[in-house]
């Protein structure tokens, strides 16, 4: 059947208030706010929101009521070109609300609560909208997981994206259910054992899916595939950083585009690094959360200054699939 979507997700959505300081202050002083801005934000939802600011089709599913807080979310969404016709009414239910500090180099700490956040249940997504979508995406940060949604996906016959941060037993199931695997390097080291993210990597590739990913921040991604075993390594651009906030979602949200629309797992990461850069980035200080996620237009332009010129044609003529 056709696919309407390219990216479908479920997991967290949380209303960010940002407060920017020169530097992360100690225990008991007190120190000046220099900016505040509210953003959408939470794993799932972020991805979801690059996806579609990236030019994708892509759709988020949640449990909301007509709260402040859930209203602002799906507004911001639905700039970011995301379909959110399909939430599920829930009287009550809502965003985590998030305070978030952020110094002057973009090093960030998230005080959240989530107390109106509601997990969507496999009843909450029917069957023709799971296999409308090219790829699930399904983030995991506390309990309890989206097991019974990734079980309905696989069933369907749809990938599922897992993006898991939360050390609980019920991420491991998760994490068995998805065909692709981006985690990063803390979850990877709690889950197998192993610090080292390659080892980790090679650990968690030994359960079959399409693709594993470890990511490690600044240090890049390790990842592994059944045509390629060995695991190998993609660094990650080099750049200026001024809010890394949202930096990994926003590499998730550009690697399941590029998966859904065919791309290779290793172009997927460098397009999802280009994405994540440009998202730190924050246009040299100028534009804060949500408004920082970058175009497709912004991504292209990225590469074709940062490959090699022996690679960046052909990279860029491959990149033709997303828009």
Same mark, same amino acid.
């Given at each position: ?7 479908? %997700? ?40 690059? %996806? ?272």
């Amino acid at each position: 059947m056709d696919k309407q979507y390219d990216v479908l %997700a479920a997991g967290i959505a949380a209303v960010d208030d940002l407060k920017y300081v020169t530097d992360y202050p100690p225990i008991d002083c007190k120190i000046p706010v220099h900016g505040s801005t509210r953003q959408g934000g939470g794993p799932a939802c972020t991805a979801t929101a690059a %996806a579609g600011t990236l030019g994708g089709r892509a759709a988020y599913v949640a449990r909301f009521g007509d709260g402040e807080l859930a209203r602002y979310i799906v507004s911001v969404l639905e700039q970011h070109g995301v379909d959110t016709s399909h939430m599920v009414n829930f009287p009550g239910g809502g965003p985590y609300h998030s305070t978030i500090v952020v110094d002057h180099v973009g090093h960030r700490n998230v005080f959240y609560d989530p107390a109106l956040y509601q997990t969507v249940g496999a009843e909450d997504m029917s069957d023709a909208l799971i296999q409308s979508a090219k790829l699930v995406l399904l983030d995991h940060i506390t309990e309890p997981a989206l097991t019974p949604v990734a079980e309905k996906a696989r069933r369907l016959g749809v990938p599922v994206l897992g993006d898991l941060e939360g050390e609980t037993e019920s991420s491991k199931p998760l994490a068995a259910l998805t065909d692709y695997l981006v985690v990063p390097k803390h979850w990877a080291a709690w889950a197998t054992g192993a610090d080292n993210p390659l080892e980790s990597c090679a650990a968690l590739a030994k359960t079959a899916r399409r693709a594993t990913v470890v990511t490690n921040g600044v240090e890049g991604c390790y990842f592994s595939t059944p045509a390629h075993t060995a695991v190998r390594h993609v660094p990650a651009f080099k750049v200026e950083s001024f809010d890394t906030n949202g930096c990994g979602d926003t590499f998730h949200g550009a690697f399941a585009l590029a998966v859904a629309r065919g791309l290779t797992v290793e172009d997927a990461i460098t397009f999802g690094s280009a994405a994540a850069a440009l998202k730190a980035m924050a246009a040299g200080g100028k534009r804060r959360g949500w408004d920082a996620l970058p175009t497709l237009q912004a991504v292209r332009e990225f590469l074709g200054e940062r490959i090699v010129e022996g690679e960046r044609a052909a990279l860029l003529k491959r990149l033709e699939v997303l828009g």
